[in-house]
């Protein structure tokens, strides 16, 4: 395999994999877009591929020739991890070392624990989160850099805050309620909605982990993907509304007792409570490192608002501050 190869593997077809395939097909780059089922959205020059990244010898035929394969997989059921990412990473693992592609991973913050008052994020930090999930991505992000100092594989990874951007949909912390913020609705906020929290838009988590990829003084680490200044909940929602010229919305928060009561039937919303401290805490990351030695600046601040918007259901605004009328393509 060479370096040089314009054959790029992405697996995980969510909201960074379709940012990614973006990004490299736009460049040129010959793209496979991987996905257990091979289907969703259209991305224009990207091949669709329906493929179970846990079969090893699979995955290992379609890395082969790949100059990178990008994991951007997120299995969906919290509860599950632990049954779903070990068969996942070990396939990802021995792909890397058979074929030789470099391993480009998008990771999380879960593995970072509460943060003191005024303290920010970097990727020095001490991984000192007890969530499962946190354990669980922080220990496989280890065993995937001890392989890159052994020798056995060439990887990096980018780990990046809750998303917001084209693509993230009602599922985003970020972007859960835009949708009916647009439609008028009551916003509802989980946690303290006026603490400063840093969100990353997906296409400079793609643009992060691509070039990160491509430059091997860069293997061997974990950056931050490029994220601007933290923005609260509140001032979040607000100013995706004002991008396409709407009023904030009446809202409300979610008192911590009936998350507790619900988070007892509720396996999912049990699943937030154990990194509810991201929330109730200032969650702030410093992704300087990676605009000055990547070269990577986050997108500005008004034109992720407008993708966030827009690509929620929002109405671009014309160029007198009104409602196009047009939902974007």
Same mark, same amino acid.
């Given at each position: 395999? %060479?370096?040089?190869?314009?054959? #790029?593997?992405?697996?995980?077809?969510?909201?960074?994999?379709?940012? &990614?395939?973006?990004?490299?097909?736009?460049?040129?780059?010959?793209?496979?877009?991987?996905?257990? %089922?091979?289907?969703?959205?259209?991305?224009?020059?990207?091949?669709?591929?329906?493929?179970?990244? =846990?079969?090893?010898? $699979?995955?290992?035929?379609?890395?082969?020739?790949?100059?990178?394969?990008?994991?951007?997989?997120?299995?969906?059921?919290?509860?599950?991890?632990?049954?779903? /990412?070990?068969?996942?990473?070990?396939?990802?693992?021995?792909?890397?070392? %058979?074929?030789?592609?470099?391993?480009?991973?998008?990771?999380?913050?879960? *593995?970072?624990?509460?943060?003191?008052? +005024?303290?920010?994020? @970097?990727?020095?930090?001490?991984?000192?989160?007890?969530?499962?999930?946190?354990?669980?991505?922080?220990?496989?992000?280890?065993?995937?850099?001890? =392989? #890159?100092?052994?020798?056995?594989?060439? &990887?990096?990874?980018?780990?990046?805050?809750?998303?917001?951007?084209?693509?993230?949909?009602?599922?985003?912390?970020?972007?859960?309620?835009?949708?009916?913020?647009?439609?008028?609705?009551?916003?509802?906020?989980?946690?303290?909605?006026?603490?400063? #929290?840093?969100? %990353?838009?997906?296409?400079?988590?793609?643009?992060?982990?691509?070039?990160? $990829?491509?430059?091997?003084?860069? #293997?061997?680490?974990?950056?931050? =993907?490029?994220?601007?200044?933290?923005?609260?909940?509140?001032?979040?929602?607000?100013?995706?509304?004002?991008?396409? +010229?709407?009023? *904030?919305? !009446? @809202?409300?928060?979610?008192? =911590?007792?009936?998350?507790?009561?619900?988070?007892?039937?509720?396996?999912?919303?049990?699943?937030?409570? +154990?990194?509810?401290?991201?929330?109730?805490?200032? /969650?702030?990351?410093?992704?300087?490192?990676?605009?000055?030695?990547?070269?990577?600046?986050?997108?500005?601040?008004?034109?992720?608002?407008? !993708? @966030?918007?827009?690509?929620?259901?929002? !109405?671009?605004?014309?160029?007198?501050?009104?409602?196009?009328?047009?939902?974007?393509?």
């Amino acid at each position: 395999m %060479s370096q040089n190869s314009s054959y #790029h593997l992405i697996l995980g077809a969510g909201p960074v994999g379709r940012a &990614t395939a973006s990004l490299l097909a736009d460049r040129g780059h010959d793209v496979v877009l991987a996905s257990r %089922s091979g289907t969703g959205p259209e991305v224009r020059g990207a091949r669709r591929l329906a493929l179970d990244a =846990a079969d090893a010898p $699979a995955l290992t035929r379609a890395a082969t020739g790949a100059a990178v394969v990008y994991n951007c997989m997120n299995p969906g059921d919290y509860t599950r991890w632990e049954i779903e /990412w070990p068969p996942l990473q070990t396939a990802m693992l021995a792909a890397a070392e %058979s074929t030789g592609a470099v391993l480009a991973s998008v990771s999380n913050l879960y *593995m970072y624990g509460p943060q003191r008052q +005024g303290s920010v994020l @970097t990727p020095a930090s001490p991984e000192d989160g007890t969530d499962h999930k946190g354990v669980l991505r922080g220990s496989m992000d280890r065993e995937a850099l001890a =392989a #890159h100092r052994s020798g056995r594989i060439r &990887t990096v990874i980018v780990r990046a805050s809750d998303y917001v951007g084209t693509g993230v949909g009602a599922n985003g912390m970020g972007t859960r309620l835009v949708p009916d913020a647009l439609a008028g609705k009551r916003a509802v906020f989980l946690g303290d909605p006026d603490l400063p #929290h840093s969100w %990353s838009d997906v296409a400079d988590v793609a643009a992060t982990l691509v070039t990160a $990829a491509a430059a091997p003084t860069a #293997h061997g680490r974990v950056w931050f =993907a490029a994220t601007n200044p933290p923005r609260t909940q509140r001032e979040l929602l607000t100013e995706v509304l004002a991008a396409v +010229g709407q009023p *904030m919305v !009446r @809202t409300s928060t979610v008192p =911590a007792w009936a998350l507790r009561a619900l988070g007892a039937v509720v396996p999912f919303v049990r699943e937030l409570q +154990g990194v509810q401290y991201q929330f109730t805490g200032a /969650w702030v990351i410093d992704s300087t490192a990676t605009e000055r030695e990547l070269g990577i600046a986050p997108t500005p601040w008004a034109e992720v608002l407008r !993708r @966030t918007a827009t690509g929620n259901g929002g !109405r671009p605004v014309g160029p007198r501050g009104q409602a196009t009328g047009r939902r974007p393509a």
